[in-house]
Each structure stands twice: as structure tokens, then as C-alpha cells.
T-cell receptor
């Protein structure tokens, strides 16, 4: 597995509380992504980063914010957690090929978040 | 944006038989198509990928085919074994100008029975 860790691995929280998930990589990859995985939906992109302090929204970004102050760390914050944000969250990293922009994404171990 | 459809959602085969999973995509600009395998409680793991300038790629018992005209691609697993049981996801990548964004299919649960 690529050098990707996520913390915490499991979290239970209450509606309305803020939550921050951390993704840490040791591969020096330029791109980092946050996905959520829910039954029947596969993996859906929340936010991604293409460099330090460079981030953009994915398809399900409402209610989430991100920050990347260092190459190795990408944080996902739920400002006020809701029950609909109960999910498994995966971080991914990649380094696109200069030749055609294609890249292989490698996933972290995931964080299971439950919002009561 | 890109839309990826994956079929079937569940597939049961006997050990030794072949399994085929099919995906279609909507964005003709997509140029990279990876397949991931996810075992229960684990992270998705890349098993094979194909780029748009290639029609077929094989790696031992696994092969992927791509038809750009029809905008569909398929995963073929031959001589299936119990350890092939997992959920398989296809994905298609399109480049936004700043990053390549993967859109995933909804997954196929493959069960290999003895």
C-alpha cells in the first residue's frame, strides 16, 4: 500500500458538532482527494487538492471544507455534522503523468464516521 | 460532468468460471479507465487500468477491454477463485485543466462459489 494514513479510523459524534478528518501521505504526491462511500452510490468526490493551498470542489461538497497547508496533509472538516454525513471517508493521492494528465489514485484505509 | 454506469450490481459465478463486468461512460474526453477491487472493510485497490489509446490489456487472469466509439469498457476475470470475491468498481477520468477527476460506477459485488 502507498504511504497513506487516515485519522481517526473510527469516530462517533453528535449532530451539530464540528469534525475534522486527517489524511497524511509520505509519497510526496501532488494531488490529494477526499471521497465518501455510501451503499448504492459507490465513491463520490467531495473535494480535491492539486497543490499546497490549491483546492477545488467535487460533486458532493456541500457541508464540507478542506485545507492543505503542507504537501503531506489534507484535512476534511465538517463544520456542523449532520446524520446524512454518516459515511465511510476515503482519502486518495495521485501524481498525474506529464504526458497525458492521467493518474492512478491510491486510497487510504478509510475513516468510518457516524453522526448520531 | 462524467457519468459512469456499471452492470451488473451483483454477480455470482462458480469457481473456475469467467466473470464479466461492464461499464459505460458519458464524456468522450475521458482518457483513463481504472478498475478497483474492494474487499469487505478494506480500501479500494487498483487491479488493472487502461488508457484511451489502447483497446485491450491483460494481467494474468484479468483483462480489460475498451471501446471508445461505444464508450464502454469491461473487466474480464477468467478461472475465478474464491479470493476474487469482492466488490469491483470501474471508473473514468476526465481532466478539468487543474486535475484529473475520477467518476466511479456504483460497484459490482462478485461472489465466487465453490
Amino acid at each position: 500500500d502507498a504511504g497513506i494514513t487516515q485519522s481517526p479510523r473510527h469516530k462517533v459524534t453528535e449532530t451539530g458538532t464540528p469534525v475534522t478528518l486527517r489524511c497524511h501521505q509520505t509519497e510526496n504526491h501532488r494531488y490529494m482527494y477526499w471521497y465518501r462511500q455510501d451503499p448504492g452510490h459507490g465513491l463520490r468526490l467531495i473535494h480535491y487538492s492539486y497543490g499546497v493551498k490549491d483546492t477545488d470542489k467535487g460533486e458532493v461538497s456541500d457541508g464540507y471544507s478542506v485545507s492543505r497547508s503542507k504537501t503531506e496533509d489534507f484535512l476534511l472538516t465538517l463544520e456542523s455534522a449532520t446524520s446524512s454525513q454518516t459515511s465511510v471517508y476515503f482519502c486518495a493521492i495521485s501524481d498525474p503523468l506529464p504526458s497525458d494528465g492521467t493518474d492512478t489514485q491510491y486510497f487510504g484505509p478509510g475513516t468510518r464516521l457516524t453522526v448520531l | 460532468g462524467e457519468n459512469v454506469e456499471q452492470h451488473p450490481s451483483t454477480l455470482s459465478v462458480q469457481e473456475g468460471d469467467s466473470a464479466v463486468i461492464k461499464c459505460t461512460y458519458s464524456d468522450s474526453a475521458s482518457n483513463y479507465f481504472p478498475w478497483y477491487k474492494q474487499e469487505l472493510g478494506k480500501r479500494p485497490q487498483l487491479i488493472i487500468d487502461i488508457r484511451s489509446n489502447v483497446g485491450e490489456k491483460k494481467d494474468q487472469r484479468i483483462a480489460v477491454t475498451l471501446n471508445k466509439t461505444a464508450k464502454h469498457f469491461s473487466l474480464h476475470i477468467t478461472e475465478t477463485q474464491p479470493e476474487d470475491s469482492a466488490v469491483y468498481f470501474c471508473a473514468a477520468t476526465f481532466y478539468t485543466g487543474t486535475a484529473s477527476k475520477l467518476t466511479f460506477g456504483t460497484g459490482t459485488r462478485l461472489q465466487v462459489t465453490l
